[in-house]
C-alpha cells in the first residue's frame, strides 16, 4: 500500500462554555492527527454558568478522555448522584426517585416489575424503590461505586453534581493540554462561500480571522452560525414544556444536614424547583412559566424555599424549549445550547451535548469532504436524542391528577406528542415500555415515572401469575434485604468523599 498522507480537517469551535471546550477537547483527544482545533471564547459574553447535575453518560466521556475522576470531582466541588427525587409530581404529598439503575432484574426473560406489578395486585409487596439499590442507597445517603462483579440484582450507575462554573475552567485546561487552540476574541462577522454557503472563515472585532474547514457552533442561545448565519429553522417545543424561566440562587448547605447523593425536583405552582448539592454549597432554582408565573414572584418563591443561606441575590435566566430542525447544516454542526434546549427536569443538556460530540467523532469527515449521508444520519441520530427525551419530561407533567394552578392543568389536559401518547398506551394497557436500542431513557427510567406518579397499568404480562405468588414474594424479601444489607456495608457520602 502507498504512503496516504492525511491532511487534517481544520475545526473551529464558536464558544467556550460547557458544549465548546467538551467538543473541543473530544475531538483533540479522539482524533489526534485527524484534526486540528482552534476555538474562540469571548469573557465579554461569558458562559450560561448553571448546568450543575448530568447523567451517568458523562462518566464514559470523562474516562475516553483520559481525566482523572478524583482531580476533576476536586477541581469542581463535585457530589455524586444516584439519581432525581420528585416531590409533588403526580400528586402533592408523594415522592419517588428515579434511580440510574435497575429494580431488580429480568427473570427467564420477564422484567422484574412485571413480578413486582402482580405481587402488588396482591398486597404482597412493598414500594417498587425498596427493590432498588440505587434508590435505598440514595435514601440512606450513603455511596460507594458499583462494584463490576456486584451479584446483588439491582445493579446502578453515577452521575456527578459540579459546580458549572468551574466545569468549564477545567475542561479549559484540559482541552488546551490536548492541544487545542484558545482564542480570546469576539466574532463580529463570518465569511461565506459564495458557491456552496459553507462557511470559511469567522472574523474577529479586533481584525484577526479564523479560517476553517468545519465550524462547531457552541455559541449559546445565540446560535451565531446555525441559527443567525444559515438561519436554521427552530422547532418550538413550548406547547408541551411551556417553562421558559429559571429563577437560579446559589445557597449554602444548612448546618448538620446530610450531604444527599442525588438532586431534588420539587414541583411548585407554576413549574419545579431544584436542589443540587455540592461539596461547598447547595445549587438552588426555580424553572417556571412565564405565562403563569412572573419574574418578580419567581424569585420571591426562590428566597421563601431556601434550602440554605443565600450567597447571592436570585437571578433569572430565559429559554426557549425546542431544537433547530437541523443540527448539522452546510459545514457548521450546533453542539449545546446553539442546536436546541430542554429544560433541566432530567438534567440532560449536558448529555445532549456529549452525544452530539460522539456521533460528529463517528461520522467526522476525515478526507476533507463532507458526505451528506454522514450529514443525514448525524441529524437523524440527533433528532431521536432530542425527541426521546422531549416525550420523558412532558411525561413528568401529564401523568399527575393535580388540579391545583392553572399551570398544572394546563399540563395535566394538553395533547401529547402521538409518539408520546403511544407509549403511555402501551404502558396502561399492557404494563410495557417501549424498547429503545439507544438514546435515553431505558425501562426502568419509565418504570419510575409511571409508577411513581401513580399510573399502575391495566394489566400486566400474565407470565408473572406462573410461579406461586410465595415464592416471588420469597424472591423479592430476599432482594430487599441483601440490598439493605450492602446499603448499610456502604460509607456516608460525605465521607466518601
Ligand atoms: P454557553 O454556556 O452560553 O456558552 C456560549 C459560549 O459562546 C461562551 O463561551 C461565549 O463567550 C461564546 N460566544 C457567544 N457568542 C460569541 C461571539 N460572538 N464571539 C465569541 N464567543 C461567543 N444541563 C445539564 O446537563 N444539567 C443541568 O442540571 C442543567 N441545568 C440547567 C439549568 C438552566 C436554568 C439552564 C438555562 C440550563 C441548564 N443546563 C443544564 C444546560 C447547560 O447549562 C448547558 O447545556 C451548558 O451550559 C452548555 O452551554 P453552552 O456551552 O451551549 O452555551
Redesign the pocket.
Known sequence: MGEHEIKPVRVVV?????????SAAGIAALLPGLATVDL????????????????PHIRGYVERLGIDEAAFMKATHATYKLGIDFRDFGSIGTSYIHPFGSFGESVAGLGFHHYWLELARQGLAGPIGDYSLAVAAAQANRFTPPLHDSSLASTYGYAY?FD?TLF?PFMRDHGVKLGVTRHE????AVERDVENGNVTA?L?SDGRRLDGDLFID?????S?LLGQELEEDWEDWSQWLPCDR?A?MPCSHKKGMPLKPY?TASAMPAGWR?E?PLQHRM?N?Y?FSSRFLDEDAACAEIEANACGEPLADPRI?R?RTGRRRRSWSHNVIG????SG?L??LE???????QMAITYLIELFPTDGGIDARDRDEFNRLVDMEYDRVRDFLILHYHATTRDDSEFWNHVRTMKVPDSLAAKMDLWRRTGRVEKYADGLFYDASWIAVYLGQGWVPETHDSRAAIPPPEQIKRALDRLREAITQQVLAMPDHRQFL
Open positions: 464558536l464558544g467556550g462554555g460547557t458544549a465548546g471546550w467538551m474562540v471564547e469571548s469573557e465579554d459574553i461569558g458562559i450560561v454558568g448553571v448546568g450543575e447535575a448530568t447523567l453534581q458549572a468549564g476574541g469576539l466574532v463580529t469567522l474577529l457552541c455559541s449559546g442561545f445565540r451565531l429559571a437560579v438532586t431544584w443540587i445549587g432554582g424553572v435566566l429559554f453542539v449545546g445550547l446553539s434546549f429544560e433541566p438534567s440532560t443538556s449536558i448529555y445532549l451535548a
